[in-house]
Nanobody, 127 residues
């Protein structure tokens, strides 16, 4: 079992920025493709951003593209997601996901059944 430790959520005003962090406990995060999903009340969980274990392939959901950056912090064995220009539609519980390197990167969002999941961190954006 892989334990993912998330931090960085909170309540902010529209237009603000947040950086979410996800650390892979007791495992080298370089063994995993990493990503972020979110789930708003009454809605299904949706993919937000992903980064391959090498860091060479990155994907974003269209609605956050251009105002979000996902990156790997190898020194601290974690993945960061910075989201700028937050708006109320970004309000959701954000979940970190990890997929072992034995699976292709794009399974992270196309076939998430083998993902490991964090406990979730709440992001609330007030208008």
């Amino acid at each position: 079992q892989v334990r993912l430790v998330e931090s960085g959520g909170g309540s902010v005003q529209a237009g603000a920025s947040l950086t979410l962090s996800c650390a892979v406990a007791e495992r080298p995060h370089s063994d995993y493709h990493m990503g972020w999903f979110r789930q708003a009340p009454g809605r299904e969980r949706e993919f937000v951003a992903g980064i391959s274990r090498s860091g060479t392939v990155i994907d974003y959901k269209d609605s956050v593209k251009g105002r979000s950056t996902i990156s790997r912090d190898n020194a601290r064995n974690r993945v960061l997601l910075q989201v700028d220009s937050l708006n109320p539609e970004d309000t959701a519980v954000y979940y970190c996901a990890a997929l072992h390197r034995t699976y292709p990167y794009r399974n992270l969002y196309s076939n998430p059944k083998n993902n490991y999941w964090g406990q979730g961190t709440q992001v609330t954006v007030a208008s």
